[in-house]
Structures are given as structure tokens and as C-alpha cells.
């Protein structure tokens, strides 16, 4: 009998080598950059709201060692408190609002989980985090199988291509079905599904998985019903019957490893890092079944950084040349400092704070004195950071969204920053005499890309139009407004739902022939753009003015400079 207890020794990985001290030469620095890169995973997970995206967060930082128990969070429905929500408003409903960066080191991987807001109307924040990630955890609801934000979500990460690992959750719940939940997969998602380990049970027999890595059956034990570290036994599955499962749950599994092994396709790793194919775990966040065995599969199988596309061609991570790109701009996020933070994913090179950069954008040279790692809303000062790395760059008053930074030859990173608005709302300073308050609030999450602030064009539009991809944003407006800038404000919503930016070049705008619904504007940049409250109205307006061109997000030719209006 093979059978053994423990709570982490059934791994036989070997985690890739220690980071060594301080090298002087470049070849030392080489090797030093290739190691550090080597043992870098970044991750986020997507899921539709309730799948158990928290709860399978903080299973994993209990796991990592990050918390000492889990029930601190759990249960926050009534106690409104999660590691990595920590706004207000994220306290008071429950939900994620913004998308953090948790950062921990485990088994000596340096793992750097982007955390996402879970509430669609928030999404744009999670497209954006999406292109920072190198892979992706897809966490379903066993039960639910595929819903609507997880096809919106995954279709993001297929058009990158990145490779995607699928937790499927709540097996302790009835009405799981495991080979439906890979048929759902593939069908609805497009996707090849190859379960990488089998549920042994399910609802309430469910007892734990077996690894088909390892050819492990593996007996969970339930006794801190999730909140500690959960025990468990492992025994090959010819030697389970009569140890650690009946002999009817071992037949039972061995018929359906059996089935399973004769039927599927087998795993191919080169297909997963194309995003073709998503290796499968079942398990059950709440009661930490499976969660441990799928974190360490997950070291092993998710890629670390790789080369990124850019406007010069493929970026190698090693390149001996620091470059990152801004992804996220976060203002006030820690209420006792006031400032605004930059998040720049380390992409190539090596991060050392104090160092001079290039904003590519703008040729602008750049010394970073103020660098921090991230954990939730906690920092501390970092000193240097390799790719796959999330540094918190702070006051960068110069950047915006999608900046790449870089040392010597500029060129900038690929990737999409802004996502077509789908709601529209007027907004009114609820007191004049908070107007610049007002004035100062809105540009500060117009740069953190919270929202677009659109105007007729007049120079100082009084009740500017709120443009966003979710409803919710416009809360997360007034919620900022009033209580980081002591600005109360009322918000209308407006008919429109769709936004096209216009390519006016050499065509003069008094020219255009509106639907008698939509309505020209600008935004910030003093881009013009329409707004449609109908599919309809934008075709009628390609009709009667063929020689526009009309785009869902900002591109680089609708810039113009601010307040040149035709
Ligand atoms: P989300 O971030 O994806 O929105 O989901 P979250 O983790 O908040 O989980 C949503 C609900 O599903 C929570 O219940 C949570 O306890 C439950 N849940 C998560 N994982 C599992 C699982 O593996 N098995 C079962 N049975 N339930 C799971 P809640 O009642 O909404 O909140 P709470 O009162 O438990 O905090």
C-alpha cells in the first residue's frame, strides 16, 4: 500500500533554481535575467460573476502561505471584506470594482496574479489587465457550466492567444457533471477541453480528484472545511480500493479513468501555450479539494514570460534592455498617500529603481524614483523587477494608458487599451463652488481610463457626458467624486448606446449628416466622435457620409490636439 498522508509532499516537480546574489558582468546579468524570467508566472483568472473567482484567489494565497486562514474572507456578503477588494464601494456591494496585483512567491516561483474586477460592468479594467497577463485560469461554475461573462472574457484572451487553464468549481455541489462540463467547454467556447484530473465523487460524496499527471488518486480530508490547509491521502489508483476509497469508489474511477484514457485527446503542451487546447481540473474552492494539486500543475504547465508583439517586431523578455508598459493608472488608491500610481508590467530587461526611461510616446527621459511592489493595497519599495513583474510606478503624472517605457531606441508595446462605451450619462456638479474639484476629479479618471468625459465642443462644456462600457462606472464616478474630491454629483442617464469615432481628415465636420437622434462630440483629446442610439442610425450614417471612416475605440488617426475643432 502506497497510501500516505500529507499536505504538500505528493509533488515530485523540482522548482527551477533560486535567484542568485548580485552579478557585476553582463554575461552574470544575462544568466541572472534568464533565471529570474524562467521561474515568473503571470496570471489572471476570469470568470463569470459567483463561479468562485475570490474564493479560488484566496485558496491560492492560503496555499502560497499569503493568509493563515481563509474564513477571514469568506462570508463577506455580510462582512464586505476581501484581500484584494479594498475600495469602499468594493467593501459596501461586494463586488470588485478595479483590478489589483497580488505577488508571492511559492515553491520558488515568483507568482504575480492579476486580480480582476468580477462585475461585468467593470470589464474594460479586466480587457486591459488581460493583455498585462501571460495566462490565463478560466474558473467555472460546475453546475452553471459556461455563462455570459466567461465567453466574453475568454474570447479576449483567445483573440491574444494566450494560453488558458480551466478550474472547474463547486464539485462538492449537486448537479455537477464533468464530462458535460468539457462538452460545454469545447462546444460553447470552441476550445479542445483534456482533463489533466478526474473528480472522484461528486455533490456531496465528493471526495477528491485523481491526477492523471501522476496517475495519484488523492482522498481529501474535510475537517477545516476549507478554512486551513486541508490534509489529504494518495495512493495509486490500483492500490485506492480498500485504502483510501471504497472499493466501489475505486471501480467506479478506474472505469471512468479507463473510458477517459481510451477516448480523449491526450495533452499536448505546444497546443496549450497556442491557446488551442485548455487542460482541466476539477475541484472545489470552498472546501480546498483539488486546489493545491492544481496550483502546482499550474506552475509546471503555464508559461513564463515570453517575447511581446511591438511596433519593432517581437520583444525577447531577455533583452538585456528594460521595457514595460503601462496597463493600469490608479489615483488614491492608498486614502493616507493621495497619489496615483502607475502599473507597468516588466516585459524585457531588468527593473532598477532610480534608473532613467524613455516614455516611447513622447521621447521623454524619465527617472523613476518612486517604485513599489504590489499586494492588494499594501506596498512596499522595490529595487529591481524582472519581466512578468507588476511594478507600481508612483506620481508618473506624464503616463497614460498603454505607454511603453523603455532605455535607448523608443518603440512601443502592441495591445488595446479602449473598449467600446456602451452607456451614456450626463453628469452635473451637484455645487458650483466645487467646480474645480468637479473639473480636476474628472480629468484624473478620464487618465485612469475609468471613463470617457465627452463635450459639444463648446470650450467649457457645464454638464459634460459621461461615456462608459458598464453602467455601474458611472457610480464609480460619483462615488470617486464625493469622496476622494468632496464633490457631489448627479448623474443622467442618456438614450445612446453606441459610440464611433470619426476619421475626419479633410473632411469638414459642418459637413456631416447626422441621424436626427445622434449627436457629434468630442472627447478629451478633442477626437470627434458620434453617438448612435441605434445599429440603424449607424448605418444611415455611413450611407449619407461615405467618405467617413467610423471606429468602436480611438485610433491614433482621429488625434488631433485639444480644443482644434472644425
Ligand atoms: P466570484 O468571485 O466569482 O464572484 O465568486 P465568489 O468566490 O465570491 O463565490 C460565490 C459564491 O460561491 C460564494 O457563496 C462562495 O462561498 C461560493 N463558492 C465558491 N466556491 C465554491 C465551491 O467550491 N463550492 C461551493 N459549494 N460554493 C462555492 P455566497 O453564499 O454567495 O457567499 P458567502 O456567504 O459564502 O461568502
Redesign the pocket.
Same mark, same amino acid.
Not at 468549481?169 to 455541489?173: A, I, L, Q
Not at 475541484?283 to 472546501?287: C, N
Given at each position: 500500500m502506497s497510501a500516505l498522508i500529507s499536505s504538500r509532499s505528493h509533488d515530485p516537480r523540482q522548482p527551477p533554481a533560486q535567484p542568485c546574489g548580485n552579478h557585476s558582468t553582463g554575461a552574470a546579468n544575462g544568466s541572472l535575467l534568464k533565471r529570474e524570467i524562467r521561474r515568473r508566472r503571470t496570471f489572471a483568472?476570469i470568470? %463569470?460573476?459567483?463561479? *468562485?473567482?475570490?474564493?479560488?484567489?484566496?485558496k491560492l494565497l492560503l496555499y502560497a502561505g499569503c493568509v493563515d486562514e481563509a474564513g477571514m474572507?469568506?462570508?463577506?456578503?455580510?462582512?464586505r471584506a476581501?484581500t484584494s477588494d479594498w475600495m469602499a464601494m468594493e467593501r459596501e456591494r461586494?463586488?470588485?470594482v478595479t483590478s489589483t496585483v497580488l505577488g508571492f512567491p511559492y515553491r520558488g516561483y515568483e507568482i504575480n496574479l492579476l486580480d480582476t474586477p468580477? %462585475?461585468q460592468d467593470f470589464s474594460e479594467d479586466t480587457y486591459r489587465t488581460l493583455t498585462a497577463a501571460d495566462c490565463a485560469v478560466m474558473?467555472l461554475?460546475?453546475v452553471k457550466g459556461v455563462e455570459p461573462q466567461t465567453i466574453k472574457l475568454f474570447k479576449i484572451c483567445a483573440a491574444r492567444k494566450i494560453p488558458i487553464l480551466t478550474f472547474v468549481?463547486?464539485?462538492?455541489?449537486p448537479g455537477g457533471d464533468p464530462l458535460r462540463s468539457l462538452s460545454e467547454i469545447e462546444e460553447v467556447l470552441g476550445i479542445d477541453a483534456v482533463p489533466l484530473n478526474w473528480p472522484i465523487g461528486g455533490g456531496a460524496d465528493f471526495c477528491g480528484v485523481y491526477d492523471r499527471l501522476t496517475r495519484q488518486a488523492l482522498r481529501f480530508s474535510s475537517e477545516s472545511r476549507?478554512r486551513l490547509i486541508v490534509p489529504f491521502e494518495s495512493a495509486e489508483l490500483d492500490r485506492a480500493g480498500g485504502t483510501i476509497l471504497t472499493h466501489e469508489e475505486a471501480q467506479r474511477l478506474r472505469d471512468e479513468v479507463g473510458l477517459l484514457d481510451g477516448a480523449g485527446a491526450p495533452f499536448d503542451r505546444e497546443r496549450f501555450l497556442r491557446g488551442e487546447q485548455t487542460p482541466v481540473f476539477f *475541484?472545489?474552492?470552498?472546501?480546498n479539494?483539488g486546489v493545491e494539486p492544481f496550483l502546482d500543475a499550474f506552475l509546471e504547465l503555464a508559461p513564463a514570460p515570453g517575447p511581446r508583439a511591438s511596433d519593432r517586431g517581437l520583444v525577447p523578455p531577455e533583452h538585456p534592455r528594460f521595457a514595460g508598459v503601462v496597463f493600469k493608472i490608479q489615483a488614491n488608491l492608498d486614502p493616507k498617500h493621495r497619489d496615483r500610481i502607475a502599473f507597468v508590467r516588466v516585459c524585457a530587461g531588468r527593473f532598477r529603481r532610480e534608473m532613467e526611461v524613455l516614455l516611447a510616446r513622447t521621447g521623454e527621459k524619465i527617472r523613476i524614483m518612486r517604485s513599489h511592489r504590489l499586494f492588494a493595497r499594501d506596498r512596499e519599495t522595490t529595487d529591481e523587477a524582472f519581466p512578468g513583474d507588476v511594478i507600481g510606478v508612483v506620481n508618473p503624472r506624464q503616463f497614460r494608458l498603454g505607454d511603453t517605457l523603455c532605455e535607448d531606441e523608443p518603440f512601443q508595446y502592441e495591445g488595446q487599451w479602449d473598449f467600446p462605451p456602451e452607456c451614456f450619462a450626463r453628469i452635473r456638479c451637484a455645487d458650483t463652488a466645487r467646480r474645480k474639484q468637479f473639473d480636476k476629479g474628472l480629468s484624473q479618471l478620464i487618465e485612469e481610463g475609468v471613463v470617457h468625459v465627452l463635450t459639444d465642443g463648446a470650450t467649457s462644456s457645464r454638464e459634460p457626458v459621461l461615456a462608459a462600457v458598464g453602467e455601474l462606472q458611472f457610480d464609480v464616478v460619483r462615488f470617486r467624486l464625493e469622496s476622494e474630491y468632496d464633490t457631489r454629483t448627479a448623474v443622467d442617464r442618456l438614450p445612446y448606446s453606441a459610440a464611433r469615432w470619426i476619421d475626419a481628415e479633410g473632411e469638414p465636420l459642418s459637413r456631416i449628416t447626422l441621424p436626427s437622434s445622434s449627436r457629434l462630440m468630442y472627447d478629451h483629446l478633442g477626437a470627434p466622435l458620434v453617438l448612435f442610439t441605434s445599429e440603424w442610425e449607424i448605418t444611415f450614417f455611413r450611407e449619407k457620409n461615405p467618405n467617413l471612416q467610423l471606429s468602436e475605440v480611438r485610433g491614433s488617426h482621429a488625434l488631433r490636439p485639444a480644443g482644434k475643432r472644425e
Open positions: 483568472i470568470s %463569470h460573476p459567483d463561479a *468562485g473567482k475570490t474564493t479560488l484567489t484566496e474572507v469568506r462570508g463577506r456578503k455580510t462582512q476581501v461586494g463586488i470588485s468580477g %462585475h474558473v461554475d460546475a468549481n463547486k464539485m462538492d455541489r476549507g *475541484g472545489s474552492a470552498l472546501t479539494f
